[in-house]
């Protein structure tokens, strides 16, 4: 954000201004509709090891705060940009309409291209490449959950395949109640030179073991390491006395904050992590084949945290690891079903990819160049292409 804002504020041609607001809203715009409180949400791309445990260290955190206030004023840990505390820019009317007024739950899909660029420093822009990452996230009042629900290989050969799955966070869910109250599942590496390309806790550079499914309330998860890796077991960020009420009934987690339920599955069962800095908050799942499951719940849909837990363990389970194909049957969202180059939804393939964005407040055509902002039947449509916004 920090050029575009110097953009906006110092740029001579009228034109680039233009585009520096923008890009600006837009900007805000997706990040708002993917957070919670000041929380982000789900998935992400670029993220470093101590924003995906702690949300306070996200630069979104401070910004977040700027223009629309959060609940963590004092938790604050990363800097403010300083060109946003000086800027003149200020959001559009509508970003504060949905920062503000969601009440209601809602998905929210949106597909980014590939990353084309160089492996060698300084990196150099390659021909884009067909493809793209495609997130979804689930929004509620009471947490979000998201995942890169698909991402497309790079071609054979290409230049471009050495930055597939750099530093991403693949799937998260997130409760407001703590800024740390995160749970998310990860193949830990020691694979490049930031340590977040493919970290303990972040990235999954060179590797690409995992595939991820996120419908509604539930995040379907698959690894399948290569015998290569140094690291043959995944792990899970679980903040065990964050919780009022964990159970653990065989590969099942239950945990329980306030009248949100949380059930994790676990294929190849798990330990907790007992002693250094991560002790009570990971738990460890070992065999190169494995399969993860979450769902969340409260209790307006399942009634009591025993109810829950009952629920979930009749929901079938089935994972094959020779076929890495996974099928789980929940109570709520139905038959979903995943394998590495498809998912299925109460028997119809999801198609992809996704629309630039998808949900009741962004809504782009992929590739499109034209976004409608929704809100309280009034539109705005941001139409790169000509460097407009209309207003209806």
């Known amino acids: 954000m920090e050029c575009l804002l110097c953009l906006y504020d110092f740029a001579d041609d009228p034109e ?29 791309g670029r993220i470093y090891a101590p924003v995906a445990l702690d949300h306070t260290r996200s630069s979104t955190f401070p910004l977040y705060y700027l223009y629309f206030g959060h609940g963590y004023r004092e938790q604050i840990h990363a800097p403010c940009l300083i060109a946003a505390l000086c800027s003149g820019y200020r959001p559009q009317q509508q970003t504060y309409e949905i920062a503000l007024g969601r009440e209601q739950s809602y998905v929210h899909q949106e597909s980014k291209h590939l990353h084309c660029i160089t492996c060698e420093t300084p990196h150099k822009q390659l021909p884009q490449e067909d493809g793209s990452i495609n997130k979804y996230t689930y929004y509620t009042p009471r947490y979000i959950i998201g995942a890169v629900n698909f991402q497309d290989a790079y071609a054979l050969e290409s230049k471009a395949g050495w930055y597939a799955h750099h530093q991403q966070h693949q799937w998260d869910l997130s409760l407001p109640k703590a800024t740390t109250l995160k749970i998310f599942s990860h193949h830990p590496g020691h694979y490049g030179t930031e340590g977040s390309e493919h970290g303990y806790w972040t990235g999954d550079l060179g590797c690409g073991c995992g595939h991820f499914f996120g419908e509604k309330n539930v995040v379907m998860a ?93 929901n079938r389970v089935v994972f094959d690891p020779g076929r890495m194909e996974l099928s789980y ?64």
Not at 273 to 288: L, M, N, P, Q, V
Not at 330 to 350: F, P, Q, Y
Not at 356 to 362: M, N, Q, R, S
Not at 374 to 384: H, I, L, P, S, V
């Open 16 to 44: 680039l201004v233009k585009l520096a607001q923008m890009m600006l809203d837009l900007l805000l715009l997706d990040m708002v509709c993917d957070s919670l409180d000041g929380l982000y949400g789900g998935a992400h």
């Open 222 to 314: 698959m690894y399948e390491i290569p015998e290569t890796q140094a690291l043959h077991w995944i792990h899970c960020h679980v903040p065990r006395d964050a919780f009022d009420q964990v159970e653990e009934e065989g590969n099942y987690l239950f945990l329980r904050k306030s009248e949100v339920y949380i059930s994790l599955f676990i294929q190849n069962g798990y330990i907790w992590t007992t002693e250094g800095e991560y002790a009570r908050k990971e738990i460890i799942s070992h065999g190169r084949s494995n399969a993860i499951i979450c769902e969340v719940g409260d209790e307006m849909t399942f009634g009591d945290f025993a109810s829950f837990r009952r629920t979930i363990r009749q």
């Open 329 to 392: 049957h929940s109570s709520l969202e139905g038959e979903l079903v995943m394998d590495k180059s498809k998912r299925v939804v109460r028997g119809e393939a999801v198609s992809f990819p996704y629309p630039t964005y998808h949900g009741p407040y962004l809504v782009s055509a992929f590739n499109s160049g034209v976004i409608e902002v929704r809100t309280n039947e009034k539109k705005a449509t941001y139409d790169f292409n000509q460097i407009t916004v209309r207003y209806a």
